[in-house]
């Protein structure tokens, strides 16, 4: 069974610390990854897309990285801010042409 | 571009009534999904349509449910005879193609009571 996991599920970060979330995933013949951020009781903002050939994908202070052949991905969230609190979710689109998603890392970074 | 909209915001009804939800797309977004989600959990595939043509239903899509997207714009998912297992969150997204990036709305936000 194809399945995304993500640990941990809560995570609190004092403010200007850099940090790691981290997503697995059951089959490494993916088609990509995307991460996303959600915010309390709203949908889903797109962050980052690693297409399978990719290793890393940045944009701004965010870096993804991908590894196939141990399964993961990280976020790398650099001098995090008290706005990057939400809930980040990590889904992969295992060549079925849907994402499946993990259930994510509730992010609370503490002024 | 003003991003995937979803009406109604929330939606409470009594449990047997049925319900319909609309998504309006990105422009030119030829790929259009729900998703479904519910609290602590991330979003469950349900359906996708490749301009107006619905192209797979997840098991999780009872025949209680249907969707269309009669013009290969906006979308409808309808809920028959609601139960309150239903109580979710209905996520529309859309992409302009496989492989590129899946934008989502902000949810319709069920409650049956």
């Known amino acids: 069974k194809q399945e995304v996991t993500q640990i941990p599920a809560a995570l609190s970060v004092p403010e200007g610390e850099n940090l790691v979330l981290n997503c697995s995933f059951t089959?490494?013949?993916?088609?990509?990854l995307q991460w996303f951020r959600q915010d309390p009781g709203k949908g889903l903002t797109s962050l980052l897309l690693?297409?399978?050939?990719?290793r890393e994908q940045t944009s701004g202070r965010l870096n993804a990285s991908l590894d196939k052949s141990s399964g993961r991905s990280t976020l790398y969230i650099a001098a995090s801010q008290p706005g990057d609190s939400a809930t980040y979710l990590c889904a992969v689109n295992f060549g079925n042409e849907k994402l499946t998603f993990g259930t994510g890392t509730r992010l609370t970074i503490i002024p | 571009d003003t991003g995937v909209s979803q009406d109604p915001r929330h939606k409470i009804t009594k449990r047997g009534q049925n319900v319909t939800f609309r998504c309006d797309p990105i422009s030119e977004h030829n790929r259009l999904y729900w998703y479904r989600q519910t609290l602590g959990q991330g979003p469950e595939f349900l359906t996708y349509f490749q301009n107006e043509a619905q192209l797979e239903k997840s098991r999780l899509l009872s025949d209680r449910f249907s969707a269309e997207r009669p013009k290969g714009s906006f979308s409808t998912l309808e809920i028959q005879r609601t139960e309150q297992g239903d109580s979710a969150m209905y996520l529309c997204a859309t992409q302009i193609g496989n492989g590129s990036p899946l934008h989502f709305g902000n949810g319709t936000r069920l409650t049956v009571t």
């Open positions: 690693i297409q399978s050939s990719q």
């Open positions: 089959d490494s013949a993916i088609y990509n």
